[in-house]
């Protein structure tokens, strides 16, 4: 069994083919064989596991796994504690209540620069 853990850059799609033209993983992981287990959206970046085995690929992916994922996300506006206490209750989106989430303000992390940068707004504060 493999496991590869990939930081996927931002525009990156998640996956190793694209129609359109996009970058993809496979323009960073000249592996064969390899699956990505769960997905960040094409505008995100982080941590991507990679595997070849599928019965681990499959619990990584599938929410009632209860496999726990962290995120760090980037919001306009500092979060009260109302917004924060919907999140621990689950949020409607597409007609979809989410499961709950453990939700709390971090102090800015030190990330190495990206290309193009966070955006940052003098009019906006941001958490």
């Known amino acids: 069994m493999r496991l590869v ?12 083919t694209d129609t359109a033209g996009r970058a993809t ?5 000249p592996l ?14 982080g941590l991507v596991i990679l595997t070849d085995h599928g019965p681990w690929q499959a619990r990584i992916a599938e929410p009632r796994s209860g496999f726990e994922k962290s995120y760090l996300v980037q919001v306009e506006r ?17 007609g979809q209540r989410t499961r709950p989430a453990r939700a709390r303000l971090v102090e800015a992390p030190d990330l190495p620069p990206r290309d ?12």
């Open 32 to 45: 064969r064989g390899v699956y990505p287990a769960g997905r960040l959206d094409y505008d995100s970046e």
């Open 78 to 94: 500092i979060p009260d504690a109302a917004a924060l206490a919907a999140l621990a209750a689950g949020v409607v989106l597409d």
């Open 116 to 127: 193009p940068p966070i955006r940052y707004r003098k009019s906006m504060p941001d958490a």
């Open 25 to 29: 993983l496979r323009d960073y992981v």
């Open 5 to 16: 853990l990939v930081n996927k850059p931002f525009h990156v799609l998640p996956q190793f």
